[in-house]
């Protein structure tokens, strides 16, 4: 789905006029999110297409436990604000701080 003549917010309000229209049908609701955040990948640059995709898989599995819509809701909303604070950081800091890791203890298996 093309932007067009009116630009990003125009196209905004009619996806969301869309998707409001199919709110009391969650499966067609989430057959269309779908094929809308596919089609914005697909017109994304070819270089980017990939990484958004694996941010749409990562986003997705950190929302699916959150059934309650404003629980929902509230996840993204604090996602939205650690993705600005690390955007703040690089501005600042003039580098990309590598994600933290978790040590883990490497358990042998028993032998029979």
Do not use: H
């Not at 932007?3 to 006029?17: E, F, P, R, T």
């Not at 009391?24 to 958004?52: N, W």
Request: aromatic share 10%.
């Amino acid at each position: 789905m093309a932007i067009g003549q009116y630009g990003l917010n125009m196209y905004a309000l009619d996806v969301y006029n869309e998707l409001v229209k199919l709110k009391d049908d969650p499966v067609e609701f989430a057959k269309r999110r779908k094929e809308i955040i596919d089609d914005m990948i697909a017109e994304s640059p070819d270089e980017y297409q990939e990484k958004l995709s694996q941010q749409c898989w990562c986003l997705d599995k950190k929302l699916n436990k959150y059934k309650d819509p404003v629980a929902r809701m509230n996840k993204m909303v604090e996602i939205f604000w650690q993705g600005v604070y690390k955007f703040e950081d690089i501005l600042r800091t003039g580098s990309i701080a590598a994600e933290p890791r978790t040590n883990a203890d490497v358990i042998p298996f028993k032998k029979k």
